[in-house]
């Protein structure tokens, strides 16, 4: 019996941008890697359930060279083809269905667990039955790593989930795509229900092949704004979902400097505000305090600038990147009673931009000799550490880094929560 026997394999290729009609890039030489680390560690058809412990999703059209591959490859994966209406829409429950083992190890085609992690990652969840998710991040092998920007977000690239979790949670699609705000949207249903999802920096997964078109089009960002205020509309209270949704906006508008990708930009206000009335008909599903801040940290923010400003008494401060939960750090520096002076981010677009009456300055720019503190907001793995190495690198005062990687290794408190479901 293979020492994975309570564990399926989900690989989620999702649709591939389009150029002319046509799709660009394939997923191949992904879905191959990562077929044939599957049938190496001992998954396959002859699962001990009785039934296959591989499953590929399918969202783009159909291509020969894939089904060449998914029909002769041999883990003799199962594949799931999904309609081509909306890029997450799973109307029957297909992919919900094929899960029927204790766990499900999600993968984007082209990625693999590092050796030891599934052990690792299994161990954490037979230890902790609160506990829905755990993921990791994955490196390139170009250096470059992938991961969901707020620390306790599900990646689904890389994740092995509870099929319980997942079920009680009402499946995987709620008409978002996986990835971006699909993934969250899962992590809040999940939450709701009485779940953790939890990520660890120390859980490796290695990405050995992707599509030729990794830079999102035009489209695909306007529908990841999109699909990111549907999730603030639907989850967050009034007071969060202004302030998510006015700094979703602002990015949104600040990236998109050629005319197409705002006139794609007001097309996705459009659905967005048409979905944001059917919530509110519906009825949203808020969630409530504790789940709130495991999600945007709020108040745990306030009270580590509280603690620093304290310990350092700076007055004149910059907010060192444009992170998705900014507004936590700028609305606890107010709080405090610190002065911004300015929102340090390298993004070429932003130049010239303001957030919230601050100016968006290059991070050369925003350090001068009128700053007394610097507070690292950029969270995300990928790119927290080297905007604090370029923080320490220009500036010699008091330093806060947001960013606090935790470690699979580490004790942690565990508590249980009791969430208080809303209409």
């Known amino acids: 019996m293979s020492r994975y026997a309570d564990v399926a394999v989900l690989l989620d290729a999702p649709a591939l941008p389009?150029?002319?009609?046509?799709?660009?890039?394939?997923?191949?030489?992904?879905?191959?890697?990562?077929?044939?680390?599957?049938?190496?560690?001992?998954?396959?058809?002859?699962?001990?359930?009785?039934?296959?412990?591989?499953?590929?999703?399918?969202?783009?059209?159909?291509?020969?060279?894939?089904?060449?591959?998914?029909?002769?490859?041999?883990?003799?994966?199962?594949?799931?083809?999904?309609?081509?209406?909306?890029?997450?829409?799973?109307?029957?429950?297909?992919?919900?269905?094929?899960?029927?083992?204790?766990?499900?190890?999600?993968?984007?085609?082209?990625?693999?667990?590092?050796?030891g992690t599934l052990d690792r990652a299994l161990a954490e969840l037979d230890a902790h039955r609160h506990t829905a998710a755990i993921t990791g991040g994955i490196t390139r092998l170009d250096g470059a790593r992938e991961a969901h920007a707020l620390p306790t977000a599900l990646h689904r690239g890389a994740a092995l989930l509870r099929t319980k979790a997942i079920h009680r949670a009402g499946g995987f699609s709620r008409l978002l795509p996986p990835g971006g705000a699909g993934d969250l949207d899962l992590t809040c249903r999940l939450m709701r229900v009485g779940y953790y999802v939890r990520r660890y920096e120390d859980l490796a997964f290695?990405?050995?092949?992707?599509?030729?078109?990794?830079?999102?089009?035009?489209?695909?960002?306007?529908?990841?704004?999109?699909?990111?205020?549907?999730?603030?509309?639907?989850?967050?209270?009034?007071?969060?979902?202004?302030?998510?949704?006015?700094?979703?906006?602002?990015?949104?508008?600040?990236?998109?400097?050629?005319?197409?990708?705002?006139?794609?930009?007001?097309?996705?206000?459009?659905?967005a505000r048409r979905a944001a009335s059917w919530e509110r008909q519906r009825g949203r599903s808020v969630l409530h305090a504790e789940p709130l801040e495991r999600l945007l940290a709020w108040d745990r923010t306030r009270q580590r600038i509280?603690?620093?400003?304290?310990?350092?008494?700076?007055?004149?401060?910059?907010?060192?990147?444009?992170?998705?939960?900014?507004?936590?750090?700028?609305?606890?520096?107010?709080?405090?009673?610190?002065?911004?002076?300015?929102?340090?981010?390298?993004?070429?677009?932003?130049?010239?931009r303001r957030y919230r009456g601050v100016p968006v300055l290059p991070l050369r720019e925003a350090i001068t000799g009128r700053v007394e503190g610097v507070i690292v907001t950029d969270q995300h793995p990928a790119t927290a550490p080297d905007t604090a190495a370029r923080v320490a690198a220009r500036f010699e005062g008091p330093v806060l880094t947001l960013h606090a990687p935790k470690q699979l290794g580490l004790s942690e408190k565990r508590e249980r929560f009791t969430p208080r479901l809303a209409a």
């Open 18 to 115: 389009t150029r002319a009609g046509a799709a660009v890039g394939r997923h191949t030489a992904g879905l191959a890697e990562s077929l044939d680390w599957a049938k190496h560690a001992g998954f396959g058809p002859t699962h001990p359930a009785g039934h296959g412990s591989i499953t590929v999703v399918r969202r783009d059209a159909a291509d020969p060279d894939t089904d060449a591959l998914l029909a002769g490859h041999p883990a003799a994966p199962g594949v799931i083809h999904l309609p081509a209406r909306r890029p997450g829409d799973d109307p029957e429950g297909w992919v919900l269905a094929a899960l029927k083992t204790r766990y499900v190890l999600t993968l984007h085609p082209g990625v693999t667990p590092d050796p």
């Open 206 to 271: 290695t990405r050995h092949a992707w599509p030729e078109a990794s830079v999102p089009t035009t489209s695909q960002a306007a529908a990841a704004l999109r699909d990111a205020l549907i999730v603030a509309e639907r989850y967050l209270p009034r007071p969060m979902r202004k302030a998510q949704r006015r700094d979703l906006v602002a990015r949104a508008a600040a990236l998109s400097a050629d005319p197409a990708g705002r006139r794609e930009l007001a097309k996705a206000l459009q659905q």
């Open 306 to 352: 509280t603690d620093w400003a304290v310990r350092h008494h700076p007055r004149r401060v910059v907010l060192a990147g444009w992170h998705p939960n900014l507004y936590a750090a700028f609305r606890a520096a107010r709080r405090v009673g610190l002065h911004v002076l300015a929102v340090a981010d390298d993004a070429p677009l932003t130049r010239g």
